[in-house]
C-alpha cells in the first residue's frame, strides 16, 4: 500500500513540494527526534516538536472547543513567531504545528512560511478561509500542509461546530489545496456523534477519490467551557479507532497518522514524553494544547525558547508526574491529578475565560488510549519502524 500511496502522491504534487516534505519534515524530522534522544541522555527536554496556537480567533464555535474563541482576538507577532522558530531551529528542530483558532485569521501566516523555507509546517485548518488564491501561494512557499478538519455530516457538522454549511465550506477548502497540488490532510477528533459516519471504509475511499494523501484520527477530549462529555467514546470505541487505523494502512493507499500509541501498541501521551508542547495565543508554554495552564511564557529570558523550556519546572514536574499514574492522558483518566499537580507549582491558567480550574474540577475520569489488556502492535513494517525508533516511550513509562 505504502508504494501505491507514494505513487499516488508523486503524481497528484509537485516534485519541489515533495522534496520539502521529504527533507524538511522527513529527514530533518527524524535529524531532530536523534538530537532529542542525546539531550534526554544529558538530562536536557527540548521537544522537537513544537505546536503553536498562533491566534484563539475562528470563524466557526465548535463544542468541545477550548480556545476561547469569544474572547478578543489574541496574535502571536510576527517577530515572536520567527524568533521561536529561530531558537528552536538552533536545535535541530525543522517541524512545527500551526493551530488556532483558525491560523488562516492571522495575517502573517503565509509571511511565516515564506520566512522558514527549510522548515516544515502542519497548518491546523477548517479549510473555510483556503481559496484558490491561498492555496496558490501555499503551493509557491512548498513548505506546508493543510490539515483540514472534518466533524462530520452536513447536518452533524453544523450542529457541531456552531454554524450553517460548514462541510460545503471545508470540502471547497479541501478541493482548492489538491487543484493547488499540495500535500493534503483531513482531520477527525472522532466522537459519538460521527463515530459510524468517518470511521468508516466509504469515508476513507471517499477522501482518495477526493485527492487527500493522509488522515489523522483523534479521539475526543471533552474539555473547554462546553465540554460535552456524552461525545466522548467508550474504551471499546477507541479501541475500535485503533483497528481500523491499522487496517487502513494495511488496504488503502493513504497515510493514516497516529500520536497515541508506539510500535507495540502500548499507549503514550506525547506531552508526558516530552516530544511535543504547546504554545498558547498569549506566548504561553504548555503541555499540550489541552491543557491550558503553564508556567512560562516564550517571552521569557529574552524569548530563548531553549533556555526557557529546558529549565521550566512545571513541564518537567509533569513529565515526573504523569507517566507514573498513566501511558495514557492524564485529561481524560486523572484530571483530580492534573488539578493537584496545577495548584502544587502555582501554574496559571492560560485561557482568557480564567475558568480553566473550575472546568478540570467539573470533570469526571474517562478512559482514554492507555488499554494494556487489549495492545494491538503495528502490523504495517514502515510504521513499526518509524515508530520504534522515532515515536515511542522515550524511557518515560520505565
Ligand atoms: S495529555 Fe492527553 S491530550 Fe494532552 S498530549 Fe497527552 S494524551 Fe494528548
Known amino acids: 500500500m505504502i508504494l501505491s500511496l507514494a505513487y499516488r502522491t508523486w503524481r497528484s504534487t509537485d516534485a519541489r513540494l515533495l522534496w520539502k516534505f521529504g527533507y524538511n519534515f522527513a529527514y530533518k524530522g527524524m535529524r531532530s527526534v536523534q538530537r532529542f534522544k542525546k539531550r534526554l541522555k544529558q538530562g536536557q527536554i527540548f521537544p522537537?516538536?513544537?505546536?503553536?496556537?498562533?491566534?484563539?480567533?475562528?470563524?466557526?464555535?465548535?463544542?468541545?472547543?477550548?480556545?476561547?474563541?469569544?474572547?478578543?482576538?489574541?496574535?502571536?507577532?510576527?517577530?515572536?513567531?520567527?524568533?521561536?522558530?529561530?531558537?528552536?531551529?538552533?536545535?535541530?528542530?525543522?517541524?512545527?504545528?500551526?493551530?488556532?483558532?483558525?491560523?488562516?485569521?492571522?495575517?502573517?501566516?503565509?509571511?511565516?512560511?515564506?520566512?522558514?523555507?527549510?522548515?516544515?509546517f502542519q497548518i491546523f485548518t477548517n479549510g473555510h478561509f483556503i481559496t484558490d488564491e491561498v492555496a496558490a501561494k501555499l503551493r509557491h512557499v512548498g513548505n506546508a500542509t493543510p490539515l483540514i478538519s472534518v466533524e462530520g455530516s452536513s447536518a452533524i457538522s453544523d450542529e457541531r461546530r456552531g454554524r450553517k454549511d460548514v462541510l460545503n465550506k471545508t470540502l471547497a477548502g479541501i478541493e482548492a489545496c489538491v487543484r493547488n497540488r499540495?500535500?493534503?490532510?483531513?482531520?477527525?477528533?472522532?466522537c459519538q456523534n460521527n463515530i459510524?459516519?468517518?470511521?468508516?471504509?466509504?469515508?476513507?475511499?471517499?477522501?482518495?477519490?477526493?485527492?487527500?494523501?493522509?488522515?489523522?484520527?483523534?479521539?475526543?477530549?471533552?474539555?473547554?467551557?462546553?465540554?460535552?462529555?456524552?461525545?466522548?467514546?467508550?474504551?471499546?470505541?477507541v479501541l475500535a479507532v485503533r483497528r481500523f487505523a491499522m487496517d487502513m494502512r494495511n488496504s488503502k493507499p493513504i497515510g493514516v497518522v497516529d500520536a497515541y500509541w508506539d510500535d507495540q501498541?502500548?499507549?503514550?501521551?506525547?506531552?508526558?514524553?516530552?516530544?511535543?508542547?504547546?504554545?498558547?495565543?498569549?506566548?504561553?508554554?504548555?503541555?499540550?494544547?489541552?491543557?491550558?495552564?503553564?508556567?512560562?511564557?516564550?517571552?521569557?529570558?529574552?524569548?530563548?525558547?531553549?533556555?526557557?523550556?529546558?529549565?521550566?519546572?512545571?513541564?518537567?514536574?509533569?513529565?515526573?508526574?504523569?507517566?507514573?499514574?498513566?501511558?495514557?492522558?492524564?485529561?481524560?483518566?486523572?484530571?483530580?491529578?492534573?488539578?493537584?499537580?496545577?495548584?502544587?507549582?502555582?501554574?496559571?491558567?492560560?485561557?482568557?475565560?480564567?475558568?480553566?480550574?473550575?472546568?478540570?474540577?467539573?470533570?469526571?475520569?474517562?478512559?482514554?488510549?492507555?488499554?494494556?489488556?487489549n495492545e494491538l502492535p503495528e502490523e504495517n513494517w514502515i510504521y513499526r519502524f518509524t515508530k520504534k525508533h522515532w515515536f515511542f516511550g522515550f524511557g518515560a513509562y520505565a
Open 196 to 237: 459510524d459516519d468517518l470511521l468508516s471504509e466509504e469515508w476513507v475511499d471517499e477522501l482518495i477519490k477526493r485527492g487527500i494523501h493522509y488522515v489523522w484520527y483523534y479521539t475526543y477530549r471533552p474539555v473547554g467551557p462546553e465540554p460535552t462529555p456524552e461525545l466522548a467514546l467508550t474504551p471499546e470505541q
Open 48 to 120: 522537537p516538536f513544537l505546536y503553536i496556537s498562533i491566534t484563539n480567533g475562528c470563524n466557526l464555535r465548535c463544542k468541545g472547543c477550548w480556545m476561547d474563541v469569544t474572547s478578543p482576538q489574541a496574535k502571536i507577532s510576527y517577530e515572536d513567531m520567527c524568533k521561536l522558530i529561530v531558537g528552536a531551529r538552533k536545535y535541530g528542530n525543522s517541524f512545527f504545528g500551526i493551530l488556532g483558532g483558525e491560523p488562516f485569521m492571522h495575517p502573517d501566516l503565509i509571511r511565516l512560511l515564506e520566512a522558514h523555507p527549510d522548515c516544515y
Open 265 to 373: 501498541g502500548a499507549a503514550l501521551c506525547p506531552a508526558a514524553i516530552g516530544i511535543s508542547h504547546h504554545i498558547g495565543p498569549w506566548g504561553d508554554i504548555e503541555p499540550c494544547p489541552v491543557i491550558q495552564f503553564a508556567g512560562d511564557n516564550i517571552r521569557d529570558n529574552n524569548g530563548d525558547i531553549f533556555k526557557t523550556m529546558t529549565e521550566s519546572t512545571f513541564l518537567e514536574e509533569f513529565r515526573n508526574t504523569i507517566p507514573a499514574q498513566t501511558r495514557g492522558c492524564v485529561v481524560l483518566e486523572r484530571p483530580d491529578l492534573l488539578k493537584e499537580l496545577v495548584e502544587r507549582l502555582g501554574a496559571r491558567d492560560s485561557t482568557a475565560r480564567k475558568s480553566a480550574l473550575a472546568e478540570l474540577q467539573a470533570m469526571g475520569c474517562l478512559s482514554s488510549q492507555h488499554n494494556p489488556e
Open 182 to 190: 499540495l500535500i493534503t490532510g483531513v482531520a477527525t477528533s472522532v
